[in-house]
């Protein structure tokens, strides 16, 4: 199946990168989400995308402006939905929203609209009894920032068809990343299955007082060897500290000590808008990185 019309659900940090890098590649794209609050925010950040991608030489003034063109903006499902090729969901990562969104919007895709989930913690199988044609449905998941990370988990469930398959390998080398083509479902994938406990070491010995969140960071970054390897709490403002809390929050059934530091993220984070580098802070403010040159325990 030929891929032209690309729907991106979610207008927030991800769903913003994935519609800005498809958009870039040539696609025409349309960013779905049901608050016109988001959608501003979605336009803000592909504004900010564009100039940076002029100011660091990545891109001409021409070719960011004609992405930009390439994308459209909607809050009706329907006409979101009704014509796309090609779905991708970052949707929260939240039961209930995802079993809804799921349930509706392939009952409104074309049936061979081919339809995929930037989930980071469940595999596309939690959805399949929900979905309308399970066959063309399966998980390509991006890491952020989209463009600096270039790679793309596609992960099939055991009732994804071939050739649905084969054309997200196949779209994720056009929009310009390296598809990690994963056949059978696995937790985590393979980036979370290395970073998700790295994080949580790090959110334990932060919040069950062991050591700030500054010791962790600048502690990794010295066993790596270098000041400019980004530590485990600038990575996770960086991918957004609303996807840190569904996920530690879904992980938090089986770990008890998870419950708690669910809640005091939620607390000292969540509930005061800081929801990392999207947001200007998150555990560190933005602009104003320190630990891209931190001196050690200052």
């Not at 930037?118 to 199988?125: A, M, R, T, W």
């Not at 793309?152 to 009732?159: D, P």
């Amino acid at each position: 199946m030929k891929i032209k019309n690309v729907t991106i659900a979610g207008a927030g940090v991800m769903g913003s990168q994935i519609s800005w890098q498809t958009a870039f590649n040539g696609f025409t794209v349309k960013v779905y989400d049901p608050f016109e609050k988001g959608l501003e925010n979605g336009k803000q950040l592909h504004q900010n995308y564009a100039k940076a991608f002029v100011e660091e030489g990545r891109s001409t003034q021409e070719e960011v402006n004609a992405s930009l063109n390439r994308i459209s903006y909607t809050t009706n499902i329907e006409e979101a939905f009704a014509n796309a090729d090609l779905i991708s969901e970052s949707v929260p990562e939240d039961v209930k929203i995802k079993k809804e969104f799921w349930y509706n919007v392939s009952r409104i895709a074309r049936e061979d609209t081919i339809l995929t989930s930037n989930s980071s913690s469940f595999v596309p199988s939690n959805w399949v009894d929900e979905i309308k044609g399970p066959d063309r449905f399966l998980a390509m998941h991006f890491l952020s920032i989209v463009w600096e990370k270039p790679l793309s988990e596609v992960m099939a469930h055991g009732g994804t068809n071939k050739e649905s398959f084969d054309t997200v390998v196949d779209f994720v080398e056009k929009i310009g990343l390296s598809p990690v083509p994963i056949a059978v479902e696995y937790p985590g994938y393979v980036i979370n299955s290395l970073f998700i406990p790295w994080g949580f070491a790090a959110l334990k010995l932060h919040f069950l007082g062991i050591v700030n969140y500054k010791i962790v960071d600048k502690v990794w970054m010295v066993q790596n060897m270098s000041k400019t390897v980004m530590g485990p709490f600038a990575q996770m403002d960086e991918t957004g500290l609303n996807v840190i809390y569904h996920v530690t929050k879904n992980a938090a059934a089986t770990d008890p000590e998870l419950a708690i530091v669910a809640e005091q993220l939620k607390e000292q984070y969540l509930d005061k808008g800081k929801t990392g580098v999207n947001s200007g802070e998150g555990f560190y403010k933005y602009p104003n990185p320190e630990f891209k040159n931190p001196s050690f325990f200052a």
